[in-house]
């Protein structure tokens, strides 16, 4: 595969989410413990991955999952207030799995057991930083319009290296 294959681009290094066929780029958050592609680390894998599967199809925004299933509670101040230690995974869900044998799929390295997410959250949650356990945090409404414009099988690939811009069509005014 080449990069010019993926339909989702993740930057680590300037914390984004680039649609390359889309002309679209989003800032995100990665994993705060760095980058990696270990078991329990709480790093963020690199490499290929795709969307194998996706959650919150007609939700509202700010809809609560666990465990990838809605709980039907609405993001709030006071549901935080109520919860202050859980990780909020709002809105949608993009389940990563790995396509990398031995790097980021299977045994100790797999991206899918790890439950690695692009997924919503609270949007007082800073963006552009590293903070997530491992997932790609996104703003709710930004994930939303990624989960409608991706389909399952999206190819994608995430790089601990800056992506340049002027990889892309230099025809485009959006990089």
Known sequence: MQIEDADILIDLAQQSLI????????SISS???????TENSGKTPRGWHKIAQKFGTNQVENSVFIARQ??????SPELAAQYPNRDWILSRILWLQGLEQGF???QGVDTFAR???IHGTPDDE?????LSHGCIRMRNQDVIELYDLIAE???VYIS????????????????
């Not at 994993?31 to 592609?37: D, L, R, S, T, Y």
């Not at 809605?70 to 993001?75: F, H, L, M, V, W």
């Open 19 to 26: 649609l390359p066929r889309h002309h679209k780029q989003y």
């Open 31 to 37: 994993g705060k413990n760095g980058i990696g592609e």
């Open 70 to 75: 809605a709980t039907g509670e609405i993001y």
């Open 104 to 106: 980021n799929l299977g």
């Open 115 to 117: 439950y690695i997410y």
């Open 126 to 130: 800073p963006m552009g930083i590293a």
């Open 153 to 155: 099988d999206a190819l």
């Open 160 to 175: 601990e290296h800056a992506i340049e811009s002027n990889f892309f069509n230099q025809s485009t005014d959006f990089f």
